[in-house]
C-alpha cells in the first residue's frame, strides 16, 4: 500500500464525526428514560405496564423511522434526512419536556424513535458511502462509538439534575429537563451538517457527476484518487444500472439480504441491551446491595465506551469477519459462565466479571461490525432500503428482548434466560464463519462485483 491511501483527509474525517453526533443523539434518547422512569411512575401514576411501554415505545418508533429512511435518503439525499433527524431530535426533546400526560409524552417518544431510526440506518450508510475503502470500517465505527458516549453522558446529565434537589421537585420539573436538555446536542448536529457535503455516489447515482466530482476531491487525498473513485462509481452504476428494490429478491440479492437480517438478529438477541437495559434488576438477582448495582451497572457503560475505542483501531486491521465470529464466540463463553453464576449462586464478583467481559465482547465485535457489515454489503441503487429492512428487524428485535427479558426471568430464572443467549451467540459464530465474507479493505464497488460473481458460480 503506498503512502498517500494510507492518509485520511480531514474532510473525511469532520464530516464522519459530524455524522457520528446522530449516534450520540441516538445514544442520549434511548438511555434519557432511565433517570426520569422512576419520577414519571409518580408523576402520572403509572401502572408497571405503562412503565415498560413509556420505556420501550421508543423502539417502535425506531423501526418506523428505518421503515421510510432508505426511501427518503434513495430520494432526497443522505445529508438532508440526516437534518431532518436534527430536527426531529429537537422537537421531540422540547415535547417531551413540556408534556403534560402520559399519552403525550409517549407520542413525543416515539417520534424521537423515529429520530433515532433515520440517524440509525443514515449515518453508518452516508459515512460508508464518503470514507477511502482503508479506514470505511474505522469511520463507520464512530458512530457505534458516539453512540455510547451519548449513553455515558446522560447518566452523568441525569444524575446533575437529579442530586442536591427534592423529590418534589424531580417528580414535578426534573424529569424535563432531562428531556429537555437533549435539544442541545440536537442543534449542535444541525450546525456540524451544515459543512458537510451530499454522499457522492448518491450524486453520481442521481446525474450529477460534477458535483460528486467536487466532493470526492475533498474526500480523496488526490484529483487523481478523485477521478478514479468516481470512474470507478460511474462503472459500477452500468454494471448494476436496472438493480431495482425488488430485485432484492433475485438469486443475486437475496442471499445478502438474509445475511444482512440475520446479522441484526443476532446482534439483538445476544441478550447485550438486555444486560444495558436491565442491569440494575440483573445484579440485585445476582446478590449485589442497591448501590453495589448502580456502581456494577456504572462500570458497563465505562467497559462499553472503552471497548468501542478499541475496535475502532480493529475493524480495519483483523477484518470484520475475524472480529465477529470470535466475539461472538466470546460472548457465548461468558455467558454461559454467567448463567452458571446464578445456577450456583457464584460470588458476585464473579458475576459481574464475566457480564463486563460479555459486555466488551460485544463492543469489539456485535456492536460496531454489525452497523458496518449492513452498510457495506448491499449494491448502491437498493442500499438504502436494503438497510431499512435490516434495521428494521434490528430494532424490532430490540423491543422483543426488551419486553420478554423480565418474563423470561420471571417464569424460568435468570441461568435459564442466559442459557439461551448463549445458544444464539454461539450460533452468530458458526453463521460468521460460514457465510459472511471479508469485507475489510474493499471498495463498495468491488464487494457488489463479489456478489454478482458469486451468484453466478452458484448457478453454474
Not at 251 to 271: D, N, Y
Not at 320 to 333: N, V
Not at 355 to 378: D, G, K, M, N, R
Request: proline share 3%; charged share 15%.
Amino acid at each position: 500500500m503506498n503512502a498517500n491511501k494510507k492518509r485520511i483527509s480531514p474532510y473525511v474525517i469532520l464530516i464522519s464525526c459530524a455524522a457520528a453526533l446522530g449516534g450520540l443523539l441516538f445514544g442520549y434518547d434511548t438511555a434519557v428514560i432511565s433517570g426520569a422512569v422512576g419520577f414519571l411512575q409518580i408523576k402520572f401514576t403509572l401502572s408497571s405496564a405503562q412503565v415498560g411501554w413509556v420505556t420501550s415505545c421508543i423502539l417502535i418508533g425506531c423501526a418506523l423511522g428505518v421503515s421510510i429512511a432508505g426511501i427518503l435518503s434513495d430520494l432526497f439525499g443522505r445529508k438532508k434526512i440526516l437534518a431532518l433527524s436534527a430536527v426531529i431530535f429537537a422537537l421531540s426533546s422540547l415535547g417531551a419536556a413540556f408534556a403534560g400526560s402520559y399519552m403525550i409524552l409517549v407520542i413525543w417518544r416515539m417520534l424521537a424513535g423515529i429520530g433515532i431510526g433515520l440517524t440509525s440506518l443514515i449515518t453508518p450508510l452516508y459515512i460508508a458511502e464518503m470514507a477511502p475503502s482503508n479506514v470505511r470500517g474505522k469511520l463507520v465505527s464512530v458512530n457505534q462509538l458516539a453512540i455510547t458516549i451519548g449513553i455515558f453522558i446522560v447518566y452523568f446529565v441525569n444524575a446533575a439534575i437529579a442530586s442536591n434537589a427534592t423529590q418534589l421537585w424531580n417528580v414535578s420539573t426534573g424529569w424535563r429537563w432531562m428531556m429537555g436538555v437533549g435539544v442541545i446536542p440536537s442543534l449542535l448536529f444541525l450546525i456540524a451538517l451544515i459543512p458537510a457535503g451530499e454522499s457522492p455516489r448518491w450524486l453520481s447515482q442521481h446525474g450529477k457527476s460534477e458535483a460528486a466530482y467536487k466532493v470526492l476531491q475533498k474526500v480523496e487525498i488526490s484529483d487523481e484518487a478523485a477521478e478514479k473513485s468516481l470512474e470507478e462509481i460511474q462503472m459500477s452504476e452500468e454494471v448494476v444500472d436496472d438493480t431495482k428494490f425488488r430485485d432484492l429478491f433475485n438469486k443475486t440479492w437475496l442471499p445478502v439480504l438474509i445475511i444482512g437480517v440475520l446479522l441484526a438478529l443476532f446482534q439483538q438477541f445476544s441478550g447485550s441491551n438486555a444486560i444495558m437495559y436491565y442491569a440494575p434488576e440483573i445484579f440485585k438477582g445476582a446478590g449485589f446491595g442497591q448501590s453495589g448495582a448502580f456502581m456494577a451497572t456504572v462500570s458497563i457503560g465505562v467497559i462499553n465506551m472503552v471497548i468501542t475505542i478499541v475496535a475502532l483501531g480493529l475493524v480495519d486491521k483483523i477484518g470484520r469477519k475475524k472480529l465477529l465470529g470470535w466475539g461472538s464466540f466470546a460472548m457465548s463463553c461468558c455467558l454461559l459462565v454467567v448463567s452458571i453464576c446464578f445456577f450456583v449462586h457464584a460470588a458476585t464478583s464473579i458475576t459481574l466479571t464475566f457480564v463486563l467481559l460479555a459486555i466488551a465482547a460485544y463492543a469489539v465485535s456485535l456492536a460496531p461490525v454489525t452497523w458496518i457489515l449492513i452498510s457495506e454489503i448491499f449494491p448502491l441503487k437498493i442500499r438504502g432500503r436494503a438497510m431499512s429492512i435490516c434495521t428494521a428487524v434490528l430494532w424490532l428485535s430490540d423491543f422483543t428482548l426488551s419486553y420478554t427479558f423480565p418474563i423470561l426471568t420471571q417464569n424460568i430464572g435468570e441461568g435459564w434466560t442466559f442459557m439461551l443467549y448463549v445458544v444464539v451467540t454461539a450460533l452468530s459464530a458458526i453463521f460468521v464463519w460460514k457465510l459472511v465474507p471479508e469485507t475489510r479493505g474493499k471498495s463498495l464497488e468491488e464487494i457488489e462485483v463479489y456478489w454478482h460473481a458469486k451468484s453466478k458460480t452458484h448457478v453454474k
